[in-house]
T-cell receptor, first 115, second 112 residues
Framework: GAVVSQHPSRVICKSGTSVKIECRSL??????MFWYRQFPKQSLMLMAT?????????EQGVEKDKFLINHASLTLSTLTVASAHPEDSSFYIC???????????FGQGTRLTVV | GENVEQHPSTLSVQEGDSAVIKCTYSDSASNYFPWYKQELGKGPQLIID?????GEKKDQRIAVTLNKTAKHFSLHITETQPEDSAVYFCAVGETSYDKVIFGPGTSLSVIP
């Protein structure tokens, strides 16, 4: 199947700094990228949906000024956690879908730890 | 919005036995029902999915059944093996290339 490559797999940052997570669709064009967050021992919760070239749509309760999503190309979407705090520590996962795909493909996830 | 429930939250079976996990959903507009396996520290891996025009689908030891009228679907794993131990999530979406809403997950342990 198609591949979504997500980097980094793990990141530790100091409180107050910003962290960027990248998701690349390697063998298809991801017209839509979904970003999920998963806290320990919990399920995946959708944070936002981004379509290439458009502003992202955020789910209720997700701060758009804190979780900045860029989807400027059909093969790359980024999530920047601005001024991260310990409560932002979580597992972030992207999922990409293209017009020619029959399903959305998940990245490997990024474990963010804010200290 | 869509509400997805999943039971049981934990399941322990002996190696070789079968495991069944059930999910219910609320939105009748949903048409896509995937199941994901998640191992520790990794992203979810699609193991099987079913669409609303099909009642049952099987792939080797894994099968999924769907009752769209009752709004529930189930994952069946036969001849379980220790490597089947993981957290399993059901999910619900309108299409296979749309966002999905995840169930709360089931932690499956297969005892050798």
């Amino acid at each position: 199947g198609a591949v979504v490559s997500q980097h980094p797999s793990r990141v530790i940052c100091k409180s107050g700094t910003s962290v960027k997570i990248e998701c690349r669709s390697l063998d298809f064009q991801a017209t839509t990228m979904f970003w999920y967050r998963q806290f320990p021992k919990q399920s995946l919760m959708l944070m936002a949906t981004s379509n290439e070239g458009s502003k992202a749509t955020y789910e209720q309760g997700v701060e758009k000024d804190k979780f900045l999503i860029n989807h400027a190309s059909l093969t790359l979407s980024t999530l920047t956690v601005a001024s991260a705090h310990p409560e932002d520590s979580s597992f972030y996962i992207c999922s990409g879908a293209g017009t020619m795909n029959t399903e959305a493909f998940f990245g490997q996830g990024t474990r963010l730890t804010v200290v | 919005g869509e509400n997805v429930e999943q039971h049981p939250s934990t399941l322990s079976v002996q190696e070789g036995d079968s495991a069944v996990i059930k999910c219910t959903y609320s939105d009748s507009a949903s048409n896509y029902f995937p199941w994901y396996k998640q191992e520790l520290g990794k992203g979810p891996q699609l193991i099987i999915d079913i669409r609303s025009n099909v009642g049952e689908k099987k792939d080797q030891r894994i099968a999924v059944t769907l009752n769209k009228t009752a709004k529930h679907f189930s994952l069946h794993i036969t001849e379980t093996q220790p490597e089947d131990s993981a957290v399993y999530f059901c999910a619900v979406g309108e299409t296979s290339y749309d966002k999905v809403i995840f169930g709360p997950g089931t932690s499956l342990s297969v005892i050798p």
